[in-house]
């Protein structure tokens, strides 16, 4: 994978230009809104427009991110490409402008419009008052659990509803045909009951083709990890699948099944009877490094939304041109078939890819997801920014 990198000079130039227009804007604002500017007290002007004015601004305006996306320059700046962004060469944290941190907390803090840009904020008592990252050092020497967590980092964040979202719009596109993708808040569970509804009316309409059942997850309420279920269904037979295929992505190797297997076990057994588990067949991805307590915090692995979104949009693409595959081939040659279909984490010669590089191609899935929602609320502004064409 080739990645042009954004370097640091042109970053920081670019960062310091959103920071001054920012700056005008609030100044704008302030003089249209003396009565508003709650947090200023006896600063001065231009220290309360560096201090406090963005805090104002979020407490007494609807909508405030929309409002500041209505802007061109802050909206073209906050959704712009990752080429356009210096990461971190250890941590791979982004290069943000101070105030556009400051956006990111805020809007996450405050709950305007449940706004929450992917990964790019963090916890609101990781916060100062101004809305900037607190210092790791400012933390209570006794909170351990607090200094230490994956939340500090950009590449080690858990994903909030906007990425589950995200993928769940574009897989859905898939379903045609015999292909169904189940992609829905819930638990496995769930999705399994659905399997066994879709099928029963699908026999009581009088289909006879064989279905293909896409299921993107959360494991259970005791394991709520995401994962993958390719369950293949006879309309005739809509209370026992004719093969049931799953993936997960912790990193090890088949025939080992991953830790939360029985999870998989005990949601396919409430649906399908105790018989179900000798059908289950294991087509895991080695891709999900095991998080171990005291490691950096910048390489805990909470990717699995992409890892699992990668599996479905594989299984997806062997159901549409090799579904022979999936209803008479061995497990071990569907599983190599997934590679094929899977380039952010396997090479051309279906080797995984360096630990480094999935790591860099999960970090631009971040960011993209973050692109991704602010253009969609530009977009529902109803707004033209002629965003630059970006490949």
Not at 223 to 237: C, D, K, R, T
Not at 264 to 279: K, L, N, W
Not at 284 to 312: E, F, T
Not at 328 to 355: C, F, Q, S, V, W
Request: glycine share 4%; proline share 5%; aromatic share 10%.
């Amino acid at each position: 994978m080739v990645v042009r990198i954004c370097d640091i000079e042109k970053a920081e130039k670019t960062n310091l230009r959103f920071d001054k227009e920012v700056h005008k804007f609030l100044r704008n604002w302030v003089l249209k809104h003396r009565d508003k500017t709650l947090l200023q007290f006896d600063q001065s002007l231009e220290d309360y427009l560096l201090n406090d004015a963005l805090r104002d601004f979020f407490l007494n305006t609807a909508h405030p991110v929309q409002k500041l996306l209505k802007h061109r320059f802050i909206a073209r700046h906050l959704g712009r490409h990752s080429k356009r962004v210096y990461f971190d060469p250890i941590n791979g944290d982004p290069l943000l402008a101070l105030t556009e941190q400051r956006i990111y907390n805020l809007a996450r803090r405050m709950d305007s419009e449940k706004m929450h840009i992917p990964f790019r904020s963090v916890h609101p008592n990781k916060q100062t008052e101004a809305g900037d990252t607190a210092d790791i050092n400012t933390y209570p020497l006794e909170s351990q659990e607090i200094r230490y967590n994956s939340g500090n980092h950009f590449t080690s964040r858990p994903a909030n509803g906007n990425v589950f979202d995200e993928n769940s719009k574009r897989c859905v596109l898939k379903s045609k045909d015999c292909l169904h993708v189940l992609f829905k808040r819930g638990f496995l569970e769930d999705r399994l009951q659905d399997v066994k509804i879709l099928t029963t009316a699908l026999c009581e309409a009088g289909e006879t083709q064989t279905q293909f059942f896409l299921i993107y997850s959360r494991h259970s309420p005791e394991e709520g990890h995401f994962g993958v279920s390719l369950v293949i269904m006879e309309p005739a037979n809509p209370n026992f699948p004719k093969r049931i295929l799953i993936c997960d992505t912790l990193l090890k190797e088949l025939p080992h099944h991953p830790r939360w297997w029985n999870h998989f076990i005990a949601e396919y057994t409430a649906v399908f009877g105790c018989v179900v588990a000798e059908t289950i067949e294991d087509l895991s991805h080695p891709l999900q490094k095991v998080n171990i307590k005291g490691d950096n915090p910048y390489r805990h692995d909470w990717d699995c939304p992409y890892y699992a979104a990668s599996m479905a949009d594989a299984l997806a693409g062997i159901v549409k041109n090799n579904p022979n595959l999936l209803l008479n081939g061995k497990a071990t040659d569907i599983h190599n078939g997934m590679k094929d279909l899977m380039p952010h984490y396997y090479k051309p010669n279906r080797e995984i890819k360096d630990r480094k590089d999935i790591q860099q191609s999960n970090r631009l899935r971040r960011w993209k997801s973050g692109r991704e929602l602010i253009h969609l609320l530009v977009s529902l502004q109803d707004i033209n920014l002629q965003w630059p064409h970006q490949a």
